[in-house]
């Protein structure tokens, strides 16, 4: 009877492990194949133009720049619906009565943090000389390298004049998401021991993600080390992130323009956003203490269903809808500015 109960258990996990690796290299089940989000910036105008060397500041236009992550950038939805061509049609349809036009530099690009937004907002700023700096801030932004990066790792190549992607387009590379954490690193490193088995490593990360949906959060776990650590005052990468997020805005307030920290919401969790209380206070704590412009986009989803705004169940991205309250979100607090429009 045992001897049959542990084959039974052997062929189970041998089974599954084949149809979970099959799957993952197939998709077969899902009918579809996984698309890989490129580590680059997107076309535009301005970006062509900025790139280029063509660009001219002009007192009577509008410039905001906009930095973050995937989450602004834009994952897998039309380019024509993401967040900054939305807020930029937003804004040429209500005229800005003291701008003759609106220019919006998106260099937003996937995998990025705090030290890589600095460092995008530094590359640019001079030749664009925004009013405005939108930085889409990611709860784990404080992850990966917070050192000043060394510039030679980065590329920056124009955009083919023909109006297509160019593979010489710059590049970025991601920042790396080691912590100081000691536990937590052990953790990662059983988890990478753990998912050489497929199909364990599959069942515990659906697991792991249904906890976390259900607002239950592990101690000791990746999750646990986010919401209850990572704006902890002893976390070298949040201390980091806080003085590269007061240089950004010290030298927008030096050239008397706004910055403002616009948090990106985790949108697959809008049942139990409560869990993020302790995160949003630290940032809203520092944000206060330092007077930096500070809007949380979830408040803009409060009530909602997860279903309606994020890409999946188990991807918090948001879908074209979503982008376009954001957008609205932004719009809003920028007409709060003072800025009149016709």
Avoid at 3 to 18: D, N, Q, T
Avoid at 228 to 239: A, D, L, V, Y
Wanted: hydrophobic share 35%; charged share 25%; aromatic share 12%.
């Amino acid at each position: 009877m045992k001897r049959a109960l542990v084959l039974k258990i052997i062929v189970f996990l041998l089974v599954g492990e084949a149809v979970v690796r099959f799957d993952q290299a197939t998709l077969f089940f899902s009918g579809t194949r996984d698309r890989v989000l490129e580590n680059i910036i997107k076309w535009s105008p301005e970006l062509e133009s900025v790139e280029n060397g063509g660009f001219v500041v002009d007192g009577a236009d509008l410039r905001i720049m906009l930095l973050g992550d995937s989450k602004l950038y834009g994952r897998w939805i039309n380019s024509d619906s993401t967040f900054s061509k939305q807020l930029k049609s937003m804004l040429l349809k209500r005229k800005v009565a003291d701008y003759d036009s609106v220019y919006v530099l998106d260099v937003t690009l996937p995998g990025g943090n705090t030290c890589t937004n600095k460092h995008d907002f530094y590359r640019y700023y001079s030749a664009f000389r925004p009013q405005i700096v939108i930085l889409g801030y990611n709860y784990n932004d404080v992850y990966g390298d917070q050192d000043e990066v060394d510039s030679t790792i980065y590329r920056m190549n124009s955009r083919a004049s023909s109006g297509r992607d160019s593979p010489a387009r710059r590049k970025r590379v991601r920042a790396n998401n080691k912590t100081d954490d000691p536990w937590l690193e052990s953790v990662k490193s059983v988890k990478k021991v753990i998912s050489k088995s497929r199909l364990i490593d599959f069942l515990l990360v659906k697991l792991n993600m249904e906890l976390k949906l259900a607002g239950i959060v592990i101690p000791g776990t990746e999750f646990d080390h986010l919401i209850h650590k990572s704006h902890s005052p002893g976390f070298s990468g949040w201390r980091k992130s806080q003085a590269s997020l007061r240089e950004i805005s010290d030298e927008c307030k030096a050239d008397r323009g706004h910055f403002i920290i616009y948090v990106t919401p985790s949108l697959e969790m809008l049942s139990n956003y409560q869990v993020y209380d302790q995160v949003d206070a630290a940032l809203t704590e520092f944000c206060d203490k330092y007077k930096v412009d500070h809007l949380n986009g979830i408040d803009y989803f409060v009530g909602g269903d997860s279903d309606d705004y994020a890409l999946s169940r188990y991807d918090g991205h948001p879908n074209e809808a979503a982008h376009r309250i954001m957008a609205q979100q932004a719009y809003d607090f920028i007409a709060g500015l003072g800025l009149e429009f016709k």
